[in-house]
């Protein structure tokens, strides 16, 4: 199994930064894919970034341009960094991990748009 913890959320105001992380342990060499999702209050949860063992990513239209995917595999950490935030990125954030097996989750990061 692999174990997911975010961190990294926050309130930051239009047009600002913010980096998400997601510390993952457990059966980490068993990872095909990572990704990051965000769930809005009253909307489904949507992919917004997502990255293969090999490296190769893929964005929501929404986020293309303003946020990058990248993973450390020396310190088995996933990151979101996140530049010319917009209120609708306002969402609870979840890492992913996905395995020939499973699917894994973590507990989310809320991040909050506002002025």
């Known amino acids: 199994q692999v174990q997911l913890v975010e961190s990294g959320g926050g309130l930051v105001q239009p047009g600002g930064s913010l980096r998400l992380s997601c510390a993952a342990s457990g059966s980490i060499s068993s990872i095909l894919v990572m990704a990051w999702y965000r769930q809005a209050p009253g909307k489904q949860r949507e992919l917004v970034a997502r990255?293969?063992?090999?490296?190769?990513?893929n964005y929501a239209d929404s986020v293309k341009g303003r946020f990058t995917i990248s993973r450390d595999n020396g310190k088995n950490t996933l990151y979101l960094q996140m530049n010319s935030l917009k209120p609708e990125d306002t969402a609870v954030y979840f890492c992913n991990a996905q395995t020939l097996l499973r699917v894994s989750w973590g507990q989310g990061t809320q991040v909050t748009v506002s002025s």
């Open positions: 990255i293969t063992s090999g490296g190769i990513t």
